[in-house]
């Protein structure tokens, strides 16, 4: 048995389609990191998004990678990176507007939620540690001052 050296016509068209759909998957992705920009305002104005564009492309090469490895026989043609591409535009023209929304109140309830728990539970605990630590600082402070006195005005006499 002799194995195929070349993609039927049908087998590139099954390839293409698969790819546009990778192309669409990754949209996805690229929108999760899109609306966590739009909810967490701050981090887009630090490194964080330069985080996000790295991880989000390792993770597109990573797809990309496993797609051609399985499905092309290692092969990477021009027609699946042209298919991905045109995924991707696609969804991010179509859809992507629509699960962008979906994903912001997604993301929005969950960072309510684990604000109402902070406040609720982790934040009274910060208060009360940061009371305790501020006695024993002056505990620890004042005897060290004290002390500090003591040996000044012993000197003295």
């Not at 989000?56 to 591409?85: D, Q």
């Not at 997604?106 to 009371?131: C, D, H, Q, W």
């Not at 505990?139 to 006499?157: C, D, L, P, Q, Y």
Request: charged share 15%; glycine share 8%.
């Amino acid at each position: 048995m002799q194995i195929e050296t070349f993609f039927s016509v049908s087998h590139q068209v099954s390839l293409f389609l698969m790819s546009v759909l990778l192309g669409a998957a990754m949209g996805v992705v690229y929108d999760c990191f899109r609306v966590l920009r739009i909810v967490f305002p701050p981090a887009a104005k630090s490194g964080a998004v330069l985080v996000q564009d790295i991880v989000f492309w390792l993770i597109y090469g990573f797809a990309f990678f496993c797609y051609a490895t399985l499905a092309a026989r290692g092969e990477i043609r021009f027609f699946i990176f042209f298919g991905s591409l045109i995924g991707f535009v696609l969804y991010i023209l179509t859809l992507g507007n629509f699960i962008t929304g979906i994903l912001r109140r997604l993301f929005s309830a969950i960072y309510g939620t684990l604000r109402k728990v902070y406040s609720a539970i982790i934040e009274p605990i910060v208060n009360l540690l940061r009371k305790k630590c501020q006695k024993a600082r002056s505990v620890f402070v004042g005897s060290n001052e004290n002390a500090e006195n003591n040996e000044v005005s012993e000197k003295m006499t």
